[in-house]
């Protein structure tokens, strides 16, 4: 059993910074990636980045040059650092470890024009 717990969000303006946490209550380790989804209002969850067991990154074209995961593997945490903030970011942010069916409750992310 894995308990995630995802942190960070807030409202801000567009051009701002959020930096999202998600601590994991025993190792994803064991799994072999790391996601950061989103949901928007109305729209589908979507895959934002992810990070795999070996650190291998992958974005979301979307975020590509804004958006940068990390990971504190001794604090089971992955973080999602957001930078150059846009309306069309505001979304429900959710980690995810890759394959399973654990997820966390999501932090809030919203963007003001």
């Known amino acids: 059993q894995v308990q995630l717990v995802e942190s960070g969000g807030g409202l801000v303006q567009a051009g701002g910074s959020l930096r999202l946490s998600c601590a994991a209550s025993g190792s994803w380790f064991s799994f072999n990636a790391m996601g950061w989804y989103r949901q928007a209002p109305g729209k589908q969850r979507e895959l934002v980045a992810s990070i795999t067991r070996g650190g291998g990154r992958n974005y979301a074209d979307s975020v590509k040059g804004r958006f940068t995961m990390s990971r504190d593997i001794a604090k089971n945490t992955v973080y999602l650092q957001m930078n150059n903030l846009q309306p069309e970011d505001t979304a429900v942010y959710y980690c995810?470890?890759?394959?399973?069916?654990?997820w966390g409750q999501g932090t809030q992310v919203t963007v003001s024009s």
């Open positions: 995810h470890p890759e394959p399973s069916d654990y």
